[in-house]
């Protein structure tokens, strides 16, 4: 069987990490060798706002160690990710540009939701209970250094992900700023972190219990080691977890590493770390903890699998990302046949259109996200509900989608309503955006929602061809169409100024 040697690169907040992977088939892959250097590049970033110059030095060095190990593997492919530490760094440019020039890695900085969902993807390939454990209400809390992701999940389903700027790396180093003579430590970290947790709670729980939580993040694989006499696998219960909560709370950082064999730098990170997730069991009166072996470089390996048509899983992950924006389509009360409606006839005509508008699976998943959510705004006004929806949108992070993709969505629902500017007039506005994109989704999108511009779904069926110069729309309706048919004319014109093709509608009665 072939296969291939592929290496997956992380530079985190609190260490740099290569892992390299033999690839059998389409799905199949195995760990050959890792390599690891602890380097607090977070302890620059929270608190002094960039990297060091001596920061940037280390992590060079240690990716050009990296490189030569991947000649040794005759690694032929690789992906490199940097996380919080660099994104939130004000020299961001600056340090992958060093990078870059230093070593030749392009390493691309990724989103907090980008992060997450590899993590996530990482966690449903590698551990095989992950659908039996999430067929109860199960809580996915992930602990960076700057941030906790919590995803939720109902029977199988994804129905909420929010970030909450708690992370250990964070937490530790604002503490450390007070000093420990005020009170006992677990408590003061306690205090800094109830108050998000209980917010969480409250917002998105409500009188709903979670039975389950997985936890996976840097440092959770490290606190099995300090309680070798509960002999535990991946299942951790309360009682168990609570012991372990006393036994790092009882000793000094210096302690931990010394016995259990830690390095310090993550010994100095479990007690902000097991403090978070104290506070999320006392809250959420979970039953038990599940901590599976996974870690982020697994998560790279999935993600790079699971690129382009190589996808392979079980799990749809894309259906993840959807059902995350239906369940914000419902926190803003929107009209659910709508905008189910409206989305099944703007990806019928995405994907009668391909071969004019040349853009993949990814800008459908955007459409889509589009759809779903173009109305939300009209919860804060319906003066205005396309720009209230576009600073909704702008301002949610969405699990899976970058920053630049996210604005992207953002600015389909914002011109699904207004008038779209030439680029030259609103640069500024788009930033790193794809205005062609923008344009091209968006003229979709108003061909869409006025179908059902009455909120009625009068329009049983759409058929799209594409013929002549002409996109050809046949709807089945029992219904007086009249609404839509007279609005209809003012939408095509913008599609057919973006696409070069006149959008026809025309309606075939039901019998």
């Known amino acids: 069987m072939a296969y291939k040697m592929f290496a997956a690169i992380y530079v985190g907040s609190s260490e740099l990490a290569m892992k390299i992977y033999q690839i059998n088939g389409k799905k199949n892959f195995t760990q050959v060798d890792g390599v690891s250097k602890i380097i607090e590049l ?71 939701s980008e992060q997450r969902y590899i993590n996530f993807k990482g966690l ?49 180093d604002y503490l450390s700023m007070m ?57 951790i219960d309360k009682e168990q977890f609570d012991f372990i909560y006393n036994r790092i709370t009882s000793m000094s950082p210096q302690a931990l590493a010394e016995q259990y064999g830690i390095p310090y730098e993550r010994a100095t990170l479990m007690l902000p770390n097991i403090t978070i997730y104290q506070s999320f069991l006392n809250n959420c009166k979970a039953e038990e903890i599940y901590a599976p072996n996974v870690d982020f470089a697994e998560g790279i390996v999935a993600s790079y699998i699971d690129e382009g048509s190589r996808t392979a899983f079980e799990h749809n992950f894309e259906e993840d990302i959807v059902a995350s924006a239906y369940y914000l389509s419902r926190r803003y009360r929107c009209n659910r046949n709508h905008i189910e409606r409206t989305s099944d006839y703007a990806l019928k005509i995405f994907d009668s259109v391909k071969k004019i508008h040349g853009m993949g699976k990814h800008e459908r998943l955007q459409l889509q996200i589009a759809a779903i959510l173009h109305e939300c705004g009209n919860f804060i006004n319906l003066h205005d509900g396309a720009r209230n929806s576009y600073y909704i949108v702008a301002n949610t992070e969405i699990i899976g989608l970058s920053h630049k ?36 989704l968006a003229a979709i999108l108003r061909i869409a929602n006025i179908l059902d511009k009455s909120h009625m779904q009068k329009i049983e069926d759409i058929t799209v061809t594409v013929k002549d110069n002409q996109m050809i729309i046949t709807a089945k309706t029992y219904d007086d ?21 006149r959008p026809i509608l025309r309606l075939r009665r039901g019998v």
Request: with cysteine; net charge neutral.
């Open 42 to 112: 977070g302890k620059d970033t929270y608190s002094k706002g960039s990297l060091s110059t001596d920061s940037i030095d280390q992590v060079c060095e240690v990716l050009n160690g990296f490189r030569k190990k991947m000649k040794e593997y005759q690694v032929t492919d690789y992906r490199a990710y940097a996380t919080s530490a660099v994104r939130e760094a004000e020299n961001t440019e600056i340090v992958i540009d060093a990078i870059k020039r230093r070593t030749n890695f392009e390493v691309k900085v990724l989103s907090n």
């Open 124 to 172: 449903v390939t590698k551990y095989t209970d992950f659908h039996q454990v999430v067929s109860k209400n199960t809580a996915f809390v992930d602990v960076g250094a700057g941030s906790v992701q919590i995803s939720l999940f109902d029977k199988n389903n994804l129905v909420v992900t929010e970030n909450i700027p708690i992370g250990a790396v964070r937490v530790r």
């Open 179 to 235: 000093g420990s003579k005020s009170g006992r430590l677990d408590k003061i970290i306690s205090e800094y972190v109830e108050n998000d947790i209980v917010t969480f709670r409250n917002i998105y729980l409500n009188d709903k219990e979670i039975k389950n939580v997985i936890a996976v993040g840097e440092v959770i694989n490290a606190v099995k080691k300090i309680v070798p006499e509960l002999d535990i696998s991946e299942k």
């Open 405 to 440: 993709e996210r604005m992207e969505v953002a600015n389909i629902v914002k011109y699904n309503m207004h008038y779209l500017p030439a680029k030259n007039v609103i640069v500024q506005e788009l930033g790193e955006c794809d205005y062609i994109v923008i344009a091209k």
């Open 481 to 501: 169409l009249t609404l839509e048919a007279g609005l209809f004319e003012s939408r095509a014109d913008f599609f057919e100024k973006v696409y070069g093709i």
